[in-house]
């Protein structure tokens, strides 16, 4: 996809920022089935992503569009194929985040409050994008206001969420 920045640079880049910024979360997005994306290239940036371990990371599936460059590019990979990638990555970040969620077990966050459901409060940490990473499951017996920071104590974590008790 024409970048100009190596395998290499890109783990030195990664490393670095961990080094100087203890606890910093790392999210990217990626697209598989680009055209002629050949095996060997997925396998390639399948091991990168169980080797950087990316905090957070959005996946998608390559779409072709009228108009657009890579719409005439030889090599169109089926859908099939592409979703077999995206199935692929999707497993191998769910272990990831079950892996790095798991830190997260006994400490406290600062949540936003989303909303109410059931009897359960939604809200997302500071590293987590609206609507494509996990949310904060939050419980309390206080009423709480959405755009509301609240400081949680994490009792349980999921593959992609956090769930813990308000601290208040």
Known sequence: MNRRITKEEIISLVAKIRKKIPGVCLRTSIIVGFPSETNKEFNELLEFIKEIKFDRLGAFIYSREEGTPAYSFKGQITKKIKQERFDAVMLAQQKISTELNSKFLGKIIMVLIQEKQDEMYLGRSQMDAPEVDGMVYVRTTKKLKNGEFVKVKITDTLEY????????
């Not at 969420?161 to 208040?168: C, F, M, N, T």
Request: proline share 0%; net charge negative; aromatic share 0%.
């Open 161 to 168: 969420d956090l769930v813990g008790e308000a601290i208040l």
